[in-house]
């Protein structure tokens, strides 16, 4: 009787699990903008989900029993494996999403994507080929009497996979407690409880079958029959469980919903226009993000809106030096409490802020101009748009102020420590002399009840007088510096919106034309910046050059240049070293070089751009 209801039930809820898993698969593959990271971790568990799914008609007795030898070890192998890889990307996305909870202004990195994937499938591969060598001494013991290919394990291996999946378990119920903490009646609260219920459908499924073979496989227990049943029957439904569990949070019913949509619209357009999908691109364009990415995002507005409160909080209410909580030669130590949502507790950490206002009031920027930057009631607006999270090779963040005149922008711990050693250096220069170095108008080190702390720096927008520029990050290398293979008639016809690169203004403008006089001052100054950055072993540094047209009286346009040095916080450490080396075998023209020949190269940018004929005289201190 319990043989026949399993293979009913068998019958009935393992399709279920695999056509929703499936169906989840099917929505992720058709949008794009859901395979956006972490998406695409999602996309994955469902994929080994669908698999995993796939070998639960093994349970029923006539397939069991016709299944035998290399057929049923490469089944039973490869299904246990594709079970921890469905554990790790459900553990992995976990902790994707504890880490931008504690750092919710780190990029979307490519290099860590492709490291979790790696991870997910790569660390369960020694089960996968202790299981296909394995011997399977005890097949014929007693205690294997509801076993099929799946479990056909030796003890001692039986033992281990088990213990395995014993910790598998509280880390993944540990991660999303843990995060739900974290968040607990702020806005985010509710996508980590959609998470969280994803885990929890998948903990549900698979904990007491494996709660019970592990009794079985330490033998400290004999159980009925019918409770073997039970459990298979809970871990049947695993993948239509984790479907369920998914398609509660709203915009996820909305997008398969919606991707059902795509599927008639496509299928309406081979019969109407022929193969035409012009309008399809926009209907698509119409669906929500991901919602993973919505939810991280989310949380960087959230905190960007935090710190914008405690910025402007500080420099409204600023008090002298001694009534703060602690001061050094270095920092100034301020601690505070605001209401937002909820009680926040701040504590800033302000770096060499006399030197700091110093540096402000040579530019004739005073602490009300950066209050007006920073207010609330205009940067609300559109906060969002405002944001910027490119996701290349480095790790920043990037918010421009309503006004256009600064920039919050975050650093990592490696380059808050090299701006801290460099600040003196770097300080004087900006007070004393002529320098092309973006200005930093002040740096801090910010930290919201009792999370990680945010390396943030507040900077000039060197393009906040302009427009609509046209804008160019120039390294003076042509290895992956082009957006468009584009020529275009004229610069102005060239799209705004885009950060073009060092082919595409070789293409399109060659050079800046202003006076000889004016680029030798310019050159000279920019000698003077990049030996200083020479001198603390920086490299990667770019040229910011906007341009603009204005209309004149005469029916004519005049042309407004704006030059600055950015992004010139990279030392040349170990990775830059790598990346130095492996680039080396795609040719010549090297991105990534040392300090002196970066410095070299970048000097023959600007001679270049300004049609400087003089030569290249180095000094190094």
Not at 24 to 30: A, C, P
Not at 57 to 71: A, D, F, R, V, Y
Not at 326 to 350: C, G, I, M, N, P
């Amino acid at each position: 009787m319990f043989q026949s209801t399993l293979e009913i039930t068998c019958a009935v809820l393992a399709p279920l699990s695999v056509v929703g898993s499936g169906l989840l698969m099917w929505t992720y593959f058709k949008i794009k903008k859901l395979r956006e990271h972490p998406g695409s971790l999602v996309f994955m568990q469902c994929l080994t989900q669908c698999v995993l799914d796939l070998h639960w008609p093994l349970s029923i007795q006539t397939i069991n029993k016709s299944i035998n030898g290399i057929p049923c070890i490469l089944l039973g192998a490869s299904s246990c494996y594709f079970y921890f890889v469905t554990w790790n990307y459900t553990l992995g996305l976990s902790l994707e999403i504890l880490l931008t909870i504690r750092n919710p202004f780190r990029a979307k990195s490519k290099l860590r994507n492709a490291l979790y994937h790696s991870l997910c499938i790569g660390i369960p591969i020694p089960v996968l080929i202790v299981l296909l060598v394995d011997p399977r001494s005890d097949f014929n013991h007693d205690y294997y009497r509801h076993r099929d290919c799946y479990l056909d394990v030796s003890y001692d291996l039986a033992v281990g996979i088990w213990s395995l999946i014993a910790v598998h378990i509280p880390i993944s119920l540990g991660m999303i407690v843990y995060s739900a903490c974290k968040v607990w009646k702020g806005s985010a609260s509710r996508p980590v409880i959609y998470h969280s219920l994803v885990v929890v459908a998948f903990m549900i499924s698979w904990t007491p079958i494996s709660i019970v073979e592990g009794v079985v496989y330490f033998r400290t227990a004999e159980l009925p029959n019918w409770l073997f049943y039970i459990v298979r029957i809970i871990a049947f439904s695993s993948g239509f469980n984790t479907f369920c569990a998914r398609l509660i949070e709203p915009s996820m019913r909305r997008q398969l919903l919606k991707s059902i949509c795509i599927c008639k619209k496509r299928r309406a357009n081979l019969i109407t226009t022929q193969g035409s999908f012009g309008d399809l691109s926009v209907f698509e364009n119409l669906l929500e993000t991901n919602f993973y990415s919505n939810f991280f995002e989310k949380l960087a507005s959230n905190n960007i809106f935090n710190i914008l409160y405690a910025l402007t909080h500080l420099y409204r209410n600023k008090k002298p030096q001694a009534d703060c909580v602690a001061t050094s030669k270095d920092f100034t130590l301020w601690k505070f409490e605001l209401f937002v949502e909820k009680k926040l507790q701040f504590r800033v950490k302000e770096y060499h802020a006399c030197t700091f206002e110093k540096l402000r009031k040579i530019h004739k920027i005073s602490n009300e101009d950066l209050i007006n930057s920073l207010k609330l009631e205009e940067n609300i607006k559109g906060l969002d748009e405002r944001s910027k999270n490119p996701g290349g090779r480095g790790e920043s963040f990037f918010y421009f102020t309503a006004d256009r005149k600064c920039i919050l922008k975050t650093l990592t711990f490696e380059e808050m420590e090299l701006l801290k050693w460099m600040l003196p250096v770097y300080l004087n220069r900006l007070c004393t002399r002529n320098s092309f170095l973006a200005k930093i108008l002040a740096l801090y080190s910010i930290r919201i009840n009792s999370g990680s702390s945010f390396y943030v720096m507040l900077m000039e927008n060197i393009l906040n007088e302009s427009e609509d520029p046209l804008v160019f990050d120039l390294k003076g290398s042509s290895v992956d510096r082009q957006v468009t293979g584009e020529c275009f008639g004229t610069q102005e016809e060239m799209p705004r919106g885009v950060v073009y690169k060092d082919t595409d203004f070789k293409n399109n403008v060659g050079t800046l034309k202003i006076s000889k006089k004016e680029a030798e001052e310019i050159f000279k100054v920019v000698t003077e910046d990049t030996l200083m950055l020479q001198n603390f072993g920086i490299m990667d540094y770019s040229l910011l050059i906007g341009i603009d047209f204005e209309d004149t009286p005469f029916s004519t346009k005049s042309t407004i240049y704006y030059i600055g040095i950015i992004d010139y916080l990279q030392k040349y450490n170990s990775s830059k070293k790598l990346e130095t080396t492996l680039k080396k075998f795609k040719g010549p023209g090297v991105s990534s070089v040392p300090p002196i020949p970066y410095r070299e190269r970048f000097l023959k940018l600007v001679k270049d751009i300004f049609n400087i004929e003089t030569k290249l005289h180095l000094s190094i201190s």
